[in-house]
Every structure is written in structure tokens, then in C-alpha cells.
């Protein structure tokens, strides 16, 4: 009797592991949930005073990882966080070192063949960001000269790819992180910086008077839907995660976090953006998406 009730009780094990997915059952054995967060990428993600992870990603993981204890019935779950960086992130998630990757990541169709994506949590576009006294709308008028990007993302591949498609003869720069790229504007070094526009404004927040002898382009290059990274093939983790964001969406509470992160002064900085809600963000909150396409955020 006592081996048989044994083997019911592995099988009913088995049986909510399989209905939780590999994600929740992985964190249910091992009471660990790891988390991936950046350290300087205001309002996203960077840390306080005190070194904690913070930020608007971080915020919206941490919904998540409430309702993981609730479902998991977990109190005393460990949030383990750990750095990333633009090189980094992805193959983290990849190789399941990571639950969630709370930063900047963008959602596009060839990264979603080897990992997964919440539903979108904000939309940025690229811009270049020269110095003021030059007026540049795009890669065109950079022709042979020296830009800077980061390493590891899409900003650095759409630069590459106009490069070689144009014939622009563009030297191509990559910084380990956005602060590195951007001090290649600022040495001389680049001609200009081509980024996503909510980390270039992030970026300028930081210099106070200094912003001034910078501008950003008008033009956006490409639309960028980011999103929460997620291991591929688990779509009960998956639904979940997109759950605690289309509530947050339903409920209005997302306005909330919004004005939080991007339009009041920022925890431990105290740089305010002032960047008012996007009409394409507003737009997926009305009807959430978890798509890669940029034409469905035009």
C-alpha cells in the first residue's frame, strides 16, 4: 500500500508539472525564479542607491514573479537576479539560465525562432543623435564617415544592413553598452549614434547643460516592439507572464507605472524624461499584441 500510494504521489507530481510547463515546475523544485536585469539602462532597468535592480522591466517582472509565488504557492520564493548585458541577454534565455529578461530587448521574427516574447510592453524607433550644429535625418547623409551603435543590437544589424545594401562606406563602431556607444559621439570618435529614442533621450537626461550640444533626429529609422524575453516551447509559462500584463492593461494600472518611469522623477536619479505615453503603446494597451511585425505598430 505504502509503495503504491508512493507511486500515485509521483505520478500526481508529474501530472502538475506537466500542466505547469518546464518553466514553473523547474522554479516549484528548486524555489528559485532568475531574473536578468540590466545595470544602466534608465528607465528600463538599472540600479538604485542601494544597488537593487529597478526600473520600468523590473517593475512589470516583479507583477510576474508575484503571481508565480500565488500560483505556485510559494511565499518564500528566491527572485535571483542576474546582470546582462546587449551581448549577453539573449543567449541566456536561450540556454535557460534565465526565467525572464527584464531589460530592452526588442521582439523581431529571427530572435523569436530561438526564444520567446510576452506581449510588447512599449514601442520604441531608432534615431541617430548627432552633435546640435549638424542636422542628420539619416544613414544617407553619414556616408563615409564614422557611427557608432551598440553590440548585440538591432539598431548595430539595421546599420550594417543599410551599409552594405547602400554602399554607404559607413565605418560601424559597437560599444559593450549604450553609455560606451554614446561616449564615441561624445570624444569625436563617431559622427553620430544610432540608438533606440527613449534611451537616447535617457542618455541626454544624464548630461543636464551638456544635452543641449546634442539633437536627435526627427526621422525614426525602424520601429521597435519591446518585450520580456521568455525559453522557448513553454507556452504555459508564456500565458502566464502575457496574463499579468494584459491585466495590467485591462485595469488601467499600467497608466500608472507609465508616468512612474517615464514621466516622473526617476528613483535615485531623479532625471525625469517627460515622455508621454506613444499613440502606437496606447494602441497595444487598448489591444494587446505580442507581435514582431513592425507595420503593426504604425
Same mark, same amino acid.
Given at each position: 500500500m505504502k509503495r503504491l500510494s508512493a507511486a500515485l504521489l509521483a505520478l500526481c507530481t508529474l501530472v502538475a508539472q506537466a500542466a505547469d510547463g518546464p518553466t514553473l515546475a523547474r522554479v516549484r523544485d528548486t524555489g %528559485?525564479?532568475?531574473?536578468?536585469? &540590466?545595470?544602466?539602462?534608465?528607465?528600463?532597468?538599472?540600479?538604485?542607491?542601494?544597488?537593487?535592480?529597478?526600473g520600468y522591466? %523590473?517593475?512589470?517582472?516583479?507583477?510576474?514573479?508575484?503571481a508565480v509565488r500565488q500560483k505556485l504557492q510559494?511565499?518564500?520564493?528566491? %527572485? &535571483?537576479?542576474?546582470?546582462?548585458?546587449?551581448?549577453?541577454?539573449?543567449?541566456?534565455v536561450i540556454n535557460g539560465t534565465l526565467d525572464l529578461e527584464c531589460g530592452i530587448t526588442t521582439h523581431t521574427a529571427e530572435r523569436a525562432r530561438?526564444?520567446?516574447?510576452?506581449?510588447?510592453?512599449?514601442?520604441?524607433?531608432?534615431?541617430?543623435?548627432?552633435?546640435?550644429?549638424e542636422r542628420v535625418e539619416g544613414l544617407a547623409s553619414l556616408s563615409g564617415q564614422t557611427v557608432a551603435s551598440t553590440i548585440g543590437t538591432t539598431s548595430i544589424q539595421h546599420l550594417a544592413k543599410v551599409n552594405e545594401q547602400q554602399t554607404l562606406g559607413i565605418r560601424i563602431l559597437g560599444?559593450?553598452?549604450?553609455?560606451?556607444?554614446?561616449?564615441?559621439?561624445?570624444?569625436?570618435?563617431?559622427?553620430?549614434?544610432?540608438?533606440?529614442? %527613449?534611451?537616447?533621450?535617457?542618455?541626454?537626461?544624464?548630461?543636464?547643460p551638456g544635452a543641449d550640444d546634442y539633437r536627435i533626429s526627427d526621422t525614426a529609422l525602424t520601429v521597435e516592439p519591446y518585450a520580456i524575453g521568455l525559453r522557448k516551447g513553454d507556452p504555459h509559462f508564456k500565458a502566464l507572464v502575457?496574463?499579468?500584463l494584459a491585466g495590467l492593461y485591462r485595469s488601467g494600472e499600467?497608466?500608472?507605472?507609465?508616468?512612474?518611469?517615464?514621466?516622473?522623477?526617476?528613483?535615485?536619479?531623479?532625471?525625469?524624461?517627460?515622455?508621454?505615453?506613444?499613440a502606437a503603446f496606447r494602441r497595444v494597451i487598448a489591444k494587446p499584441t505580442d507581435?514582431?511585425?513592425?507595420?503593426q505598430y504604425r
Open positions: %528559485v525564479i532568475v531574473i536578468g536585469y &540590466r545595470p544602466a539602462s534608465l528607465p528600463f532597468s538599472y540600479l538604485d542607491a542601494q544597488l537593487r535592480p529597478t522591466t %523590473v517593475e512589470l517582472c516583479d507583477r510576474i514573479v508575484a510559494l511565499p518564500d520564493l528566491e %527572485v &535571483r537576479r542576474v546582470e546582462v548585458a546587449s551581448a549577453t541577454r539573449l543567449p541566456l530561438h526564444q520567446a516574447f510576452s506581449l510588447t510592453i512599449f514601442i520604441a524607433e531608432t534615431r541617430l543623435m548627432t552633435r546640435s550644429r560599444g559593450l553598452d549604450d553609455p560606451e556607444g554614446f561616449q564615441m559621439l561624445r570624444s569625436g570618435r563617431a559622427s553620430a549614434f544610432l540608438m533606440d529614442d %527613449v534611451l537616447l533621450r535617457s542618455l541626454l537626461a544624464q548630461q543636464g502575457d496574463e499579468v499600467i497608466h500608472a507605472i507609465y508616468r512612474r518611469w517615464f514621466e516622473s522623477p526617476l528613483p535615485a536619479s531623479g532625471l525625469n524624461l517627460k515622455l508621454p505615453m506613444s507581435s514582431s511585425d513592425p507595420e
